[in-house]
């Protein structure tokens, strides 16, 4: 049995559904990521599993053992909260060391353990200071310390970098998965930043109404969506319209380019349909390189906008009345394409996703 069994849960606030369902496993030492947008129920499947809400139906495992009405402070369950919630009358050590004193801990061994969380988050010379004379990252470290210091079994974190800067979330979530892999401790972690999922998790579990829409590794939610949501909701993503010409033969018609994906398909000839592909998999090519036509699809498309990312060039371009967009490495010997310019471009067979009707399931 998987260390954390999530069975059916459900919980209704009057008539909405906020979790509708919800089945999960999680493997001991696994960090899994509930990700979806704005009100979609991951803070209340989490506070269910700490112990803060009560559901309406389904039953939670931990460790072989119901916990489904065991009180929170029972649950060995370390949460860390969105916003800095440390006590502000209390120094950064005695914040950590909080959870070990209510568990009437022997002075020594709260300070051992203070000191050994201290040294964890980098921060002893701080160990005396007031949450105000701290940074918001600083703050959300020892957040994470004063949760990890009673060594709980389940570690669930909300959304704990919301409120930093991109450089400090960055750093500080590689910290944290770091720290996590050190104690091998199970984690959820919260968030709707799909790059912070993508880069940080074992497993991510995207949500959307309160329901499971895929589970699956970044690899696999990225690259293999199972549900238009999914494809959607994760990276950018150019949503074409086009119509099938040959289903037998994969082909469709695309600003007046017949171009090939995956076949055969299962809709009948003429049927309207969406093609969504990457910017990624687009690419501006000087000549249709040889061989090279049984694997690629090549059209030509006019250059409208270039806008430097950073480490990505994102190019628009419009191909026929179809407008999209195309990602390319940046270098410093890269010559920018020029709006204005009519290019080639070439997109893999396999790369296209086929969608029909919005909220269906990819086929
Ligand atoms: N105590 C409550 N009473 C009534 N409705 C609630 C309560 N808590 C949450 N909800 C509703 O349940 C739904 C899910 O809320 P939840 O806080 O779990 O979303 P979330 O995914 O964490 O969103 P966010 O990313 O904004 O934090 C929302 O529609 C919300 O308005
Ligand atoms: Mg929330």
Avoid at 91 to 100: D, P
Wanted: hydrophobic letters at 45%.
């Amino acid at each position: 049995m998987s260390f954390l069994v999530l069975n059916q849960l459900k919980k209704a606030f009057g008539t909405a559904l906020a979790v509708d369902n919800f089945e999960l496993e999680v493997a001991k030492g696994e960090l899994v990521t509930f990700l979806g947008p704005s009100g979609c129920g991951k803070s209340t499947t989490l506070r269910i599993i700490a112990g803060f809400e009560t559901c309406d139906g389904g039953q939670i495992w931990m460790n072989q053992q119901e916990i489904t009405h065991l009180p929170a402070n029972r649950r060995k369950i370390g949460m860390v909260f969105q916003s800095y919630a440390l006590f502000p009358n209390m120094t950064v050590a005695e914040n950590i060391g909080f959870g070990l004193k209510l568990a009437k801990e022997k002075p020594p061994i709260i300070k051992k353990r203070v000191n050994e969380m201290l040294s964890l988050i980098r921060l002893e010379v701080l160990a005396q200071r007031y949450p105000h004379q701290i940074s918001g990252g600083q703050a959300q470290r020892v957040a994470l310390a004063r949760a990890l210091a009673p060594q709980p079994q389940l570690l669930l974190l909300d959304e704990p970098l919301s409120a930093l800067d991109a450089l400090i979330r960055r750093s500080l979530r590689a910290e944290i998965r770091q720290i996590q892999q050190q104690l091998g401790i199970t984690t959820i972690f919260v968030t709707h930043d799909q790059e912070e999922a993508l880069s940080l998790s074992d497993r991510i579990v995207v949500m959307n109404q309160g329901r499971i829409e895929q589970i699956g590794t970044p690899f696999e939610i990225y690259n293999y969506p199972t549900t238009n949501f999914v494809a959607s909701f994760i990276g950018t993503l150019n949503m074409l319209p086009a119509r099938v010409t040959n289903a037998a033969k994969g082909e469709i018609n695309l600003g007046g380019h017949t171009v090939r994906v995956a076949g055969p398909l299962s809709q009948s000839d003429n049927t309207e349909i969406t093609l969504a592909l990457r910017p990624e998999n687009l690419k501006i090519v000087e000549v249709e390189e040889e061989g090279l036509s049984a694997t690629e699809n090549f059209v030509h498309a006019k250059v409208k906008e270039v806008s430097l990312l950073g480490a990505v060039v994102r190019v628009r371009l419009s191909l026929a009345e179809v407008l999209l967009e195309l990602d390319m490495f940046n270098s410093r010997h890269l010559t920018l394409p020029v709006p204005g310019a009519e290019v080639k471009l070439s997109f893999p067979i396999d790369s296209g996703l086929i969608l029909t009707k919005p909220n269906t399931t990819i086929p």
